[in-house]
């Protein structure tokens, strides 16, 4: 299963929320049916919009053809601990102990560069 979760912020401010406990929302899960995916986070900063939208499809699909995975979403900046936003990848069971998820081949591109440089 593919999962986007988010913490959502309880206001705009640069200023703490102190909310550490409540759980992650879950914006959208797919089963995925094959052994390799791709993952896209495509954010856009443009006039401080500061959204992140993420995409996937099956490793042997066109690279035209990205599905959304879930919404758009703010990127709220607090100074609680300055690191900016952030994104992760990870392999969490739920139902038995065990698993592998390897992540690789990661890049990074801007408007300005060919996709899939590294």
């Given at each position: 299963?593919?999962t986007v979760q988010y913490k959502p912020a309880n ?45 996937y499809r099956d490793a042997d699909t066109p690279e ?55």
């Open positions: 299963m593919l206001d705009d401010s640069i200023f703490s929320d102190d909310d550490w406990d409540s759980p992650a929302v879950t914006d959208a899960e797919i089963m995925a049916d094959t052994d390799c995916i791709r993952l896209r986070a495509v954010y856009d900063f443009t006039d401080c919009k500061d959204e992140v939208t993420f995409f035209s053809e990205w599905c959304p995975l879930g919404t758009a979403h703010r990127m709220i900046f607090k100074m609680d601990h300055f690191t900016g936003c952030r994104i992760g990848l990870f392999l969490y069971s739920t139902k038995e102990t065990g698993g592998i998820a390897d992540f690789y081949d990661f890049a990074y591109s801007t408007p300005n560069t060919k996709e899939g440089g590294r």
